[in-house]
């Protein structure tokens, strides 16, 4: 057989886990687990440049502020920083009364000593042993049989327990992690995670955190869930231990790995923010977290700033955040598709401030996580007159008419489809002005006067240039718009006549602004929409109706558009 062809021989199935009557798929998330950050320790080992005292220290506020209690620092036996980091959290008081340090060491006597060195003084911390149990790693890194590895682990925990005795201000707790789990028969995890379990538990009498390691993500998230629930049913002091698990993302699955670990009996999750970590990262905590949000369940974690958040994690990692990162990404509440910019605008408008959430496409509410509205709808060749009229509503205060919406969509198309880029507000704001409100050729409107008649008809008298004449125009009709169309009429041989008129005020600061749109149709044939904006209502209705006929003298991409029925 040729290898080159077929690959997939190098590889097999991981196999299934034996559990007929496994009950995590009917099990539904009723609260948050324990949160532990492991982004100064898993994170940061890496990292091409891992991060100086400075960014840990940034971080590790950071880390604070978001409300984790459990916080792995560091590797101290391995690191200077490291060491150096810890011991100055813990001389300059900087770990709160509520938050927990955890380290990891080896089960190596040497780092072990030096570990609980870095912790001294500290009120309550988390020393986090680990061993290699797989397989592979048996057989290849340590080539040892099971019974020695085991006694590996124990030697640990007995110099564990030599180093506790020496530091009794401490409340101190152990974590095991029988590393490279997911790749270890699981009947050997358990034996060896009771072991340890049994010699700390009859030494100590408590505080023992269990945790199982998808050190590399070797299958389905699945298996994994049963992996746990498997160790969870079986774990000989499971009442008096703390179920920890820590998935790594190999297989894009960390985060659905780690929902259903929890589901089959963790009480615990290490992860870090956004997923840094060793190769493809480790499990996403705020991923994870806001996910628990989304289905009403308080994750006990503040993310209501996550664009803060995210900036410090990419200054410390030196790591963009992927824009289409869930709830972080610069892309992930941004529609540009003219569908879902519709929806979106309509869901927002429909959205009551204290009922369900309910906008189409928005799993949460932006605002909850300090995103901005105004960046949830972009423009470019994708999208409709919905994004459009949002962007302008929104930002600049206008409500246009539909038909306007329709006519204004389509000049904006042209717009990006020539220049091949997305559209800024601004951009959107200026195609807007330039094309309705600031056209001044053929006509320009200077002044005008109107009178009411006896019969409460209206008269107008106003001055106009004309292709750079004064000229005054005289007309009348039912009210001051229909006298000023007569005027044009007369004086111009325009045939101008009013499909539509609407109006609103605008906010801008003290001074309110009126706006006003017209539909205009010019003989049988041309129609368009003529926008003005004054301070006085009438002469905004005016400027609207020489918008149009500029606009119908000219030949704009709109009307173009509007002859062709486009
Ligand atoms: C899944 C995880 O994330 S685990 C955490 C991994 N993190 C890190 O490794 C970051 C910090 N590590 C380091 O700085 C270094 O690896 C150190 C300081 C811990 C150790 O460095 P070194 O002593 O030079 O060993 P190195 O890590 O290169 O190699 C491992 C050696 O230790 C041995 N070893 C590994 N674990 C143990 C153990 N518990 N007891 C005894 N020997 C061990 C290996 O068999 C190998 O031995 P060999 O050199 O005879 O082949
Ligand atoms: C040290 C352990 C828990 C680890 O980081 C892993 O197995 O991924
Ligand atoms: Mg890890």
Redesign the pocket.
Known sequence: MNMYKKPQVKYRQFPPVNLPDRQWPNKVFTNAPAWCSVDLR?GN?ALINPMDSDRKMQLYDVLIRCGFKEIEVG?PS??KIDYDFIRTVIDEGLVPEDVSLQV?T???NE?LDKTFQSLRGSKRSIVHL??STSTVQRKI??KKDRKSIIQ?ALDGVYRVLDNVSKYPETDWVLEYSP?SFSGTELDFALDICDAVSDVWLSEFGSNIIVNLPA?VELSSPNIFADQIEWMSRNLAFRDKTCLSIHTHNDRGTAVAAAELGLLAGADRVEGTLFGNG?RTGNVDLVTLALNLYSQGISPNLDFSDIEAISRSVEHCNQMQVHPRHPYAGELVFTAFSGSHQDAIKKGFTSQQSDSLWEVPYLPIDPADIGRNYEKIIRVNSQSGKGGISYILRSEYGLQLPRGLEIEFSAHVQDIADTYKTELTADNIWEAFNTEYLEASTPFSLFGYMERQNADGSCRIEATLQHNGQEVMIYGEGNGPLAAFVHGMNSTFGQNLSIVDYSEHATDSGSEATAIAYVEVKQGNEKQLFGVGSHSNITKASLLAVVSAANRLSGASACYLRHEQGG
């Open positions: 898993d080992q590797f391995a690191s990891l080896p089960a190596r780092h680990y061993n890194v340590f590996l590393e050190t060793e």
